[in-house]
């Protein structure tokens, strides 16, 4: 490194400490120093650098700078943020603003209900989300529809000292030596 890149790169570094310091409002510009930054330098020599910042930190502020994800998802800790992450940034921010239409079971029926980013189980963003797009309500009931049947997979089940065996089945001889050894 020349001593014009370690002056350069000295204050830039400052400059991306107090950014991110600043808060939510100045990830937009930490973003774009790491763009700048990551131009001429890696990630682990400006992590190293850089006391606050790791290496999956600089990947996402670089893809704030580089206007692929929306700062205001860096605050949230649900679910939903990476699979919102993959879509592009318009999507990202209408869901930030007025939710995702996803359905919902409710009294044994599957509605459809706008619920904020922050709500969303897992559950609900593997419906969802389809890779980086957003399903819509059909496409989410066409989901749901094809999926595997759960199916009971306990064949019996061992109370105290006792087998309770829920329908007809064959043991093998090591099958019921571990039965035993679990009684």
Known sequence: MTNTQLVEFSILIKA???A?????S???RAGQIVVELN???????IAEESAVLTIADLKSLKAVGERKLSPELLAF?????????KTPLWLQEEALVHGINTLVE????????ILPISK?????????????KIRSIPAQKAYLKNLPAKTEKVSYAIV????QVYRPMTFTKKALQNILAQM
């Open 77 to 85: 800790k649900s679910p939903s943020t990476a699979y919102l992450a």
């Open 20 to 24: 991110v310091s600043e808060g939510l």
């Open 120 to 132: 969303l189980k897992h559950e609900h963003c593997k419906v969802i989300f389809d890779g980086d």
């Open 106 to 113: 409710e009294e044994g029926k599957l509605r459809a209900k």
């Open 16 to 18: 991306l400490n107090q």
């Open 160 to 163: 105290v000292s006792e087998l």
């Open 39 to 45: 131009k001429n330098f890696t990630f682990k020599e």
């Open 26 to 28: 100045s990830l937009t």
